[in-house]
């Protein structure tokens, strides 16, 4: 998996180092928050999780720096956005 990312052709897919980390970093936000992985791996590792959609362009980062997802149907899209301001509003009913 970190040989991976030592690769330049995932590098040279987000579009650069920094653009990479940056997207690896919001993935791992969403995915420690409950999202569901894209990819079906037999590992509970998330940044193996993580490689794995970007190198099969299942997540990228548009032109503002957000995370997107390819592929996903609208209604996907709109389950997703929805988890996201859940999780986003931190607090919980315990």
């Not at 590792?45 to 609208?74: H, P």
């Amino acid at each position: 998996m970190l040989d991976d990312l030592k690769e330049e052709e995932i590098v040279n897919k987000v579009g650069g180092r920094f653009k990479l980390s940056t997207l690896i970093q919001k993935r791992m936000v969403a995915l420690n928050t409950g999202a569901r992985p894209l990819v079906e791996l037999r590992t509970t590792d998330k940044m193996a999780i993580v490689i794995r959609e970007i190198l099969d362009d299942k997540i990228f980062l548009d032109s503002t720096g957000q995370m997107q997802y390819r592929g996903a149907s609208a209604t996907d899209a709109a389950r997703r956005a929805m988890m996201t301001d859940i999780s986003d509003a931190g607090g919980s009913d315990d």
